[in-house]
């Protein structure tokens, strides 16, 4: 199991905290795989730094699970208690390691916080994408999710003030006592409950134990790789942090309620990780539940309009996307100046109505006119402006829009003093600041 201590609580996570020895250095990380290991000499080198400790751990621990499996008959009663204990687990994580102690998102009384870590064993926070980030999701999904826990790290890491930590009497009790606390709640208790409850104590320790650690490992590290890649930016996009539902249900009941796992890197003081009631985040409810009863208080809750203005910016980039990729009317300075006298002359070779100051070569719209092309041919070298804006039929934004498209030039003395903006014009996005 991984030694929990309060040195380790906001540099990163695993669900089961490492010896002191090996948890002080716990920042291990590597290029990749692939670079490592493209050549005999780069496995060499690779080999000394290998946490072979953390490696026995992440391997023996399914092992096991896979040999019960083999060897012992998984019964319902001891499934929903590894359901529910793998959903207590990572409570503790969430609410008491992360919320709590990592961000301070708000604050629980002794007798939470005594639960909180009995629950939980780790915490995730670091520098994210950065060379300081020991999980640095740019450095591919294998080493985001495994690699750089199984790895010395060759850079010192960013610095994080844990002084709070240090002074707390809950967390410095949870690390004194680690080795107990953590057979007993790892191992001891989920095949007590299974043996006693049932008569199942190997399915207690193989599914409720085991079972349980194991996939509680790998949905706590699907937090820095698989919500890192999938999902959209919803509040903030130079981060990796994405928002997905099949991440938050990978860790369901978990760390971020991940399907917003990009509010939380934006909003880290929040005790939410989605900001309405609805909204899937077990972990805000179980805290907005503990203050109803009184065991937690001071719920910090991000400030709603620059929640919004977040929201609003990557709504606005997107749509500044999709804005460059339509086509839109030529503008007045690139068209041609013409007379009326040369309008008239050249509406005489094609179909060129004025409208708003703009000279529009209608021709190929003739036929398609809603309204009998004799509706429009009798317009042809004329000013059709109050016409078309309401004299004889009040056209809708869409008529405006494709009439625009047709423009081939500027009335001399006309667009100088009609400025017409369609409207698919009036709310384009000029600049996105970044």
């Given at each position: ?5 309060s ?7 695993t ?5 002191k020895?090996f ?8 290029r990749?795989?692939?670079?490592t290991m ?17 490696l ?7 092992a096991?699970?896979?040999?019960g ?20 687990t990572?409570?503790g ?9 990592s ?14 870590i009995?629950?939980g064993s780790?915490?995730?926070?670091g520098?994210t994408?950065?060379p ?5 999701a ?36 949870q690390?004194r006592?680690?080795f107990?606390v ?12 299974a ?25 706590t590290?699907?937090?820095n790789?698989?919500?890192?890649y999938?999902?959209?930016?919803h509040?903030d996009?130079?981060?990796?942090a994405?928002?997905h539902?099949l991440?938050?249900?990978?860790r369901?009941?978990t ?29 805000k ?9 009184g ?55 094609r179909a060129?109505?004025?409208?708003s ?6 021709t ?16 042809v070298g004329?000013d ?9 039929y ?5 008529a ?5 498209m ?9 667009i ?7 409207p ?6 000029v600049?996105?600041?970044?």
């Amino acid at each position: 199991m991984y030694k929990f201590s309060s040195a380790c609580l906001r540099q990163w996570a695993t669900v089961f905290a490492l010896r002191k020895h090996f948890t002080s250095h716990f920042t291990g990380f590597v290029r990749s795989a692939k670079l490592t290991m493209r050549t005999w000499d780069g496995t060499k080198a690779l080999l000394p730094r290998v946490r072979w400790f953390n490696l026995t751990v992440l391997t023996v621990t399914p092992a096991i699970w896979l040999y019960g499996a083999c060897t012992t008959t998984l019964r319902g009663s001891t499934l929903i208690w590894s359901i529910v204990y793998y959903a207590i687990t990572m409570l503790g994580i969430t609410a008491g390691y992360h919320r709590l102690w990592s961000h301070r998102s708000y604050k629980a009384s002794r007798a939470l916080q005594y639960l909180l870590i009995l629950m939980g064993s780790s915490a995730v926070q670091g520098y994210t994408d950065t060379p300081l980030d020991p999980y640095n999701a740019k450095r591919g999904l294998l080493y985001s999710h495994i690699g750089w826990m199984l790895v010395k790290p060759t850079t010192k890491p960013g610095y994080s003030d844990i002084s709070d930590l240090q002074k707390d009497w809950v967390v410095q009790w949870q690390h004194r006592w680690y080795f107990i606390v953590a057979a007993l709640m790892g191992y001891v208790l989920p095949a007590v409950v299974a043996g006693l409850g049932w008569n199942d104590w190997w399915g207690g320790l193989y599914y409720a134990g085991m079972m349980r650690m194991t996939i509680a490992h790998h949905s706590t590290f699907c937090i820095n790789s698989v919500a890192h890649y999938l999902g959209e930016s919803h509040y903030d996009d130079r981060k990796t942090a994405r928002d997905h539902f099949l991440s938050g249900k990978l860790r369901s009941a978990t760390h971020h309620a991940s399907c917003y796992h990009n509010f939380h890197h934006q909003f880290p003081m929040d005790y939410r990780n989605a900001t309405k009631w609805y909204q899937y985040d077990p972990t805000k409810w179980f805290i907005a539940a503990c203050a109803a009863v009184g065991l937690a208080s001071n719920l910090h809750v991000f400030p709603d309009g620059e929640i919004r203005k977040s929201e609003l910016s990557m709504v606005l980039k997107a749509l500044k996307k999709v804005q460059d990729s339509i086509r839109w009317p030529a503008k007045a300075e690139e068209l041609p100046v013409v007379s009326w006298d040369t309008y008239q002359e050249q509406a005489k070779k094609r179909a060129l109505v004025v409208v708003s100051g703009f000279v529009h070569d209608v021709t190929d719209f003739v036929d398609q006119h809603p309204g009998g092309k004799h509706v429009l041919l009798k317009r042809v070298g004329k000013d059709a402006t109050a016409a078309f804006c309401g004299g004889a039929y009040d056209h809708g934004n869409a008529a405006h829009n494709l009439l625009a498209m047709m423009r081939v030039g500027v009335l001399l003395g006309g667009i100088e003093h009609v400025k017409t903006i369609t409207p698919g014009e009036r709310l384009r996005i000029v600049k996105v600041l970044e």
